[in-house]
């Protein structure tokens, strides 16, 4: 196999993991009792933590009205919870329940966590070195691609 055709079969494989990702995702949120996507939304607020419902919008792409039903839904599960920003009352900071969330989610999670971690470990070092930067200068083509598209 010449270069340009390794490079090809990489970059399918990229997609078809990436399209993957997506079927495993929808199959989690479907048993957690929520669309695949609002189970990768609640995975946001699990990293960054409270935020208010625009931060919520600009971090996911979601129009403020999305946001709010998105939202309302995690409420309606005590996923999270609405509260006051203390410093401006006129603000909503959206407050993730993080041990409800974990005890959701992660039973769905561990053993593909572990098998994720024994197949990152069987790499070298110089092979993990070369995923990072994969996936690395991945993610700035991508967020490039999402800037450059809304802004049209």
Do not use: W
């Not at 989690?28 to 669309?35: E, F, L, T």
């Not at 933590?49 to 005590?78: K, N, W, Y």
């Amino acid at each position: 196999m010449n270069k340009q055709e390794k490079v090809t079969s990489v970059r399918k494989q990229s997609q078809q993991y990436a399209y993957t990702s997506i079927q495993m995702h929808e199959a989690i949120g479907r048993k957690a009792g929520m669309s695949g996507t609002d189970h990768k939304y609640l995975g946001f607020l699990l990293q960054r933590g409270p935020m208010t419902a625009g931060e919520l919008s600009v971090l996911t792409g979601l129009t403020t009205g999305a946001v709010t039903g998105l939202i309302d839904r995690f409420e309606t599960q005590g996923l999270v919870k609405r509260q006051a920003d203390k410093t401006d009352r006129r603000k909503v900071v959206i407050v993730p329940e993080t041990e409800k969330i974990k005890a959701l989610i992660m039973p769905l999670y561990t053993d593909f966590q572990t098998g994720t971690d024994a197949l990152l470990a069987s790499f070298s070092a110089d092979e993990l070195d070369v995923l990072y930067r994969y996936f690395s200068e991945a993610l700035l083509l991508m967020n490039a691609k999402i800037a450059s598209v809304n802004l049209k």
